[in-house]
């Protein structure tokens, strides 16, 4: 299926270019939520009239992304969890519970679906997960998993 971009999407295009996606993805993410249409003459003739609006847009947001950017870039970020002897967590650390985190100790909204983790936090240790706030803006937050101690 072939989409035409309102916005600049990592690893796939820039605003106005023409990009064949699977049409699940196209129908269901990028239509659906307002980051593409499906390209056809006159969409993409109203896509090359309003580019200058939506680049402007981009701008902006991705001026809000480097906010967000300078406040948790290279943060820390410490979760008391219950571990089993050998260090295992009884269950593992998921990027929604990081984001509540982020909220509240910062005040920032991150969603889940911004939060890559590299590998599953599962363990006592000291984690990196990157956060995509912008196609052009990544961030680093550090999490650091501690031992829970057990009450009597």
């Given at each position: 299926m072939e989409v035409?971009?309102?916005?600049?999407?990592?690893?796939?295009?820039?605003?106005?270019?023409?990009?064949?996606?699977?049409?699940?993805?196209?129908?269901?993410?990028?239509?659906?939520?307002?980051?593409?249409?499906?390209?056809?003459?006159?969409?993409?003739?109203?896509?090359?009239?309003?580019?200058?609006?939506?680049?402007?847009?981009?701008?902006?947001?991705?001026?809000?992304?480097?906010?967000i950017y300078d406040i948790i870039n290279k943060k820390s970020y410490k979760f008391l969890?219950?571990?089993?002897?050998?260090?295992?967590?009884?269950?593992?650390?998921?990027?929604?519970?990081?984001?509540k985190t982020i909220e509240n100790a910062d005040k920032i909204e991150i969603k889940p679906s911004q939060i890559d983790l590299s590998k599953e936090i599962n363990k006592i240790g000291f984690y990196e997960a990157k956060i995509n706030l912008h196609a052009q803006v990544q961030g680093i937050i550090h999490i650091e998993v501690v031992k829970q101690e057990e009450e009597n």
């Open positions: 035409v971009l309102l916005e600049n999407i990592k690893n796939l295009g820039n605003i106005g270019d023409i990009v064949n996606v699977k049409r699940g993805h196209g129908r269901n993410f990028l239509i659906k939520y307002g980051k593409a249409l499906v390209a056809s003459k006159t969409n993409i003739d109203l896509v090359n009239k309003k580019k200058s609006q939506l680049n402007e847009k981009n701008i902006s947001l991705k001026k809000e992304a480097k906010k969890k219950q571990a089993k002897d050998n260090n295992e967590l009884y269950g593992s650390i998921k990027p929604k519970e990081i984001s």
